[in-house]
């Protein structure tokens, strides 16, 4: 592989062998304090952030290569209307590889098509956050000792949240996962994630209002923030930002050994009292972030070194500039030259998704 893009096109030996390579960093780090001298990471920040960023920056530093990069669209030549292909190309020039983060859904993967040197999804809009889910991989593995035979719970804005998308993506390549997803109505997960990962994959799972109710069968509560961002209008983004509110109050109904999981920032979706709790993993999931970005970091300049890298391929069964995608929060919306392009998901019922941002459309 040249990129990661969606968690999906990691296999299960992939993930393990990342997490064995992250296990080793955290043994033996000066094994691995110039194992990238003289590569340059480039992270490409359209939209804010704190943790993904610093991570990869101090990821790469740690593997003893340096960082570029920019923090917000408008310090770029994004502000003068360049496109996403051009912006890759230029850094292309500089950089080895690149870490990129943009509110519209699919930009990665435009940049992955366009640049010469790999591209890491940071997260894209509201669709999917990769490393953030080997960062929740690693938690789950180091807490639990296992990543399968687990129940997990999900609860907050599984909507907008992409985190969620990622790592339910990342579960279905395990056995015996058991999912919750407890949410507002208005929150719920998208159609992709429902119907090409848990239905296809035959995952069980509820759609629940009740976190109480559904506390005591958890192993793991991953819990997240009400993506303001996201929503157009305020006043909906108001009504629903208090939903859950995690306290030691609600914890008592839980298993003793459950794991609390956050991608911060929490705003107040989990109460400060919450976090001497032994069960409180959401700080040490910030460092396994870093740990799994240097281990990510290094298979991709591998495979590129070793001609292993191979680009994304667009194959399936494809249509091109005959329908336009409708998701305004699509890299289609603001990048006017993009060919639409739809992949056919269920032939039965005819349905098609967006390659950028998995949107539907039916023919
Ligand atoms: C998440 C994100 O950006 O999607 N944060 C992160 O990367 N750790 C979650 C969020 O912003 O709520």
Redesign the pocket.
């Known amino acids: 592989m040249k990129d990661l893009i969606d968690i999906l096109e990691l296999s299960t030996d992939d993930i393990n062998g990342l997490i064995k390579t992250a296990l080793d960093i955290i043994e033996n780090p000066a094994k691995y304090s110039e194992k990238c001298k003289g590569k340059k990471i480039a992270t490409l920040f359209y ?6 960023r610093l991570s990869f920056e101090s990821a790469m530093l740690e593997l003893g290569g340096s960082v570029i990069g920019f923090s917000q669209a408008s310090s770029s030549s994004a502000s003068k209307g360049e496109s996403v292909a051009d912006t890759v190309r230029v850094v292309s020039c500089f950089a080895d590889v690149i870490a990129m ?1 943009h509110p519209k859904e699919g930009a990665p993967y435009v940049a992955a098509k366009y640049a010469s040197i790999p591209v890491i999804n ?2 894209d809009g509201g669709h999917n ?1 990769p ?2 889910t080997l ?1 929740d991989l690693l938690t789950i593995y180091r807490e639990k000792g296992r990543l399968d035979n687990l129940t997990v719970g999900f609860c907050g ?1 599984l909507k907008y ?3 969620v998308h990622s790592l339910i993506s990342a579960l279905s390549r395990y056995e015996g996962i058991k999912i919750a997803l407890i949410s507002p109505d208005e929150l719920k997960v998208p159609n992709y994630v429902k119907e090409d990962v848990l239905e296809k994959n035959n995952m069980p799972y509820e759609e629940t209002r009740s976190l109480e109710e559904t506390m005591p069968n958890l192993d793991i509560l991953y819990m ?2 009400v ?1 303001q961002e996201r929503f157009s209008d305020e006043n909906e983004y108001l009504r629903l930002r208090d939903s859950y509110i995690l306290n030691p109050e609600k914890l008592k109904n839980a298993k003793a050994d459950m794991c609390i999981l ?4 929490r705003v107040n979706e989990i109460s400060v009292a919450v976090d001497d709790d032994p069960r409180a993993c959401y700080f040490k999931q ?1 460092l396994n ?1 870093k740990y799994m970005r240097m281990a990510l970091i290094l298979k991709l300049l591998a495979e590129k070194e070793a001609g292993r890298a191979q680009p994304l391929k667009e194959e399936g069964d494809l249509i091109r500039g005959e329908i336009k995608c409708q998701n305004p929060m699509c890299i289609t919306t603001i990048e006017q030259e993009l060919e639409h392009v739809f992949r056919l998901v269920d032939k039965e019922k005819g349905i098609y998704r967006c390659i950028y941002c998995d949107s539907e459309a039916k023919r």
Not at 262 to 265: D, G, Q, R, V
Request: proline share 12%; hydrophobic share 15%; net charge positive.
């Open positions: 939209e804010p952030s704190t943790r993904t983060r940071a997260g956050h490393t953030q960062a804005d949240g992409r985190t997240t923030r993506q956050h991608p911060l920032p910030v972030g």
